[in-house]
C-alpha cells in the first residue's frame, strides 16, 4: 500500500513531442505528489508538484495531470527538447506525517534532436 | 548558499571495511534524510532524522547507522561493507517548522560507493 508505481521505465520521444510519464498509487492518505528530475551525476530536483485538491498543474511545459478516483497522476512535457533528457521520479508523501516520501522507480526520458 | 553538500563524491571499500559518509546542509533545515540509487529501484530510504539528536529507520536500513549530533550535518556509517551496498547515496533535507505550502526535499549531489 505505500508503494508508487510508475512507468514506462524509459522513454524515447521526438524533439517537439509529447512525453508522458504515468505513476499510480494505493494509500489515499497521500496528500502531495511531486515529480522530480535528474541529470547523469546529480541528485534529483524538484521539478513541479500537485495537491490532491486540483486535478491539473501547469508549469511552462510541464504539466501534472492527477485523477484522484483512479489514484494515478501523470507528468506531460510538451514540445520536449533534448535538453529534457533525464530520469524522472515520481513520488508520494503525507504531509502531516514525517514527511518521507515514497518514490517511484523512475523513468528515463531520451529526446533525440 | 551551498544548500546540501556531501563527501566524498566517490569511495571504493573492500568488503569488510568501514566508511562514514557525510551530509551537511546550510538551509536550517529539521528533516534530514539517506537515500540509495540502484538501477531500477528508484529512491530507497535508508535513515531519517527529524531533528538533532533524533534518527529513524526508513525501508532498507540494515548494514547501515546513523548519527544527526548537529542540526546541519547527517552522517551515514557502514561498518562492515558488503558488495549489495554499492550503489549511489543521496542525503536530502527539507524545512519543517513553519513550513508553510513547501514540502520539497533538496537533494545532494550524491556519493558513489562500490565495494569490491
Known amino acids: 500500500q505505500q508503494q508508487v508505481k510508475q512507468s514506462p521505465q524509459s522513454l524515447i520521444v521526438q524533439k517537439g513531442g509529447i512525453s508522458i510519464i504515468n505513476c499510480a498509487y494505493e494509500?489515499?492518505?497521500?496528500?502531495?505528489f511531486p515529480w522530480y528530475q535528474q541529470f547523469p551525476g546529480k541528485g534529483p530536483a524538484l521539478l513541479i508538484a500537485?495537491?490532491?485538491?486540483?486535478s491539473e498543474k501547469k508549469e511552462g511545459r510541464f504539466t501534472i495531470s492527477f485523477n484522484k478516483s483512479a489514484k494515478q497522476f501523470s507528468l506531460h512535457i510538451m514540445d520536449s527538447q533534448p535538453g529534457d533528457s533525464a530520469t524522472y521520479f515520481c513520488a508520494a508523501t503525507i504531509t502531516s506525517g514525517t514527511y518521507k516520501y515514497i518514490f517511484g522507480t523512475g523513468t528515463r526520458l531520451k529526446v533525440l534532436a | 548558499n551551498a544548500g546540501v553538500t556531501q563527501t566524498p563524491k566517490f569511495r571504493v571499500l573492500k568488503t569488510g571495511q568501514s566508511m562514514t559518509l557525510l551530509c551537511a546542509q546550510d538551509m536550517n533545515h529539521e528533516y534530514m534524510y539517506w537515500y540509495r540509487q540502484d538501477p531500477g529501484m528508484g529512491l530507497r530510504l535508508i535513515h531519517y532524522s527529524v531533528g538533532e539528536g533524533t534518527t529513524a529507520k526508513g525501508e532498507v536500513p540494515d548494514g547501515y547507522n546513523v548519527s544527526r549530533l548537529k542540526k546541519q550535518n547527517f552522517l551515514l556509517g557502514l561498518e562492515s561493507a558488503a558488495p549489495s551496498q554499492t550503489s549511489v547515496y543521496f542525503c536530502a533535507s527539507d524545512w519543517t517548522s513553519g513550513r508553510g505550502s513547501s514540502y520539497e526535499q533538496y537533494f545532494g549531489p550524491g556519493t558513489r560507493l562500490t565495494v569490491t
Open positions: 494509500n489515499t492518505a497521500f496528500d502531495y
Open positions: 500537485i495537491r490532491p485538491d486540483v
